[in-house]
């Protein structure tokens, strides 16, 4: 299993940045997807999830009509939208599957990618 996030970076309040995380080494299609953020000196915190199939997507409270996330099953790739950036939203942003097969289920996460919202 291997997640590898792009697309972080330095943004302005109220700026826009699109997260994409590749996905690869499992059968993408059959498994709900999650972003994570974690700021400095904070736990890390679930932002969003979506189904397998990309029917069904979840948002903490603070997120809520400002991050779209998505997938494209063809690609193995899901994506999160993030629109009027805050500066609260700084954090390493980190691309989540619970991978599961015979022996158990195990989390794997991508390297993570920074974004920082400041003027």
């Known amino acids: 299993v291997q997640l590898v996030e792009s697309g972080g970076g330095l943004v302005q309040p109220g700026g826009s940045l699109r997260l994409s995380c590749a996905a690869s080494?499992?059968?993408?299609?059959?498994?709900?997807m999650k972003w994570y953020r974690q700021a400095p000196g904070k736990e890390r915190e679930l932002v969003a999830v979506?189904?397998?199939?990309?029917?069904?997507?979840n948002y903490r409270d603070s997120v809520k009509d400002r991050f779209t996330i998505s997938r494209d099953n063809a690609k193995n790739m899901v994506y999160l939208q993030m629109n009027s950036l805050k500066p609260e939203d700084t954090a390493v942003y980190y691309c989540?599957?619970?991978?599961?097969?015979?022996?158990?289920?195990?989390?794997?996460w991508g390297q993570g990618t920074q974004v920082t919202v400041s003027s």
């Open positions: 080494g499992f059968a993408f299609s059959r498994y709900a």
């Open positions: 979506i189904s397998s199939g990309g029917g069904t997507t």
């Open positions: 989540n599957v619970l991978y599961c097969a015979s022996y158990g289920c195990t989390d794997y």
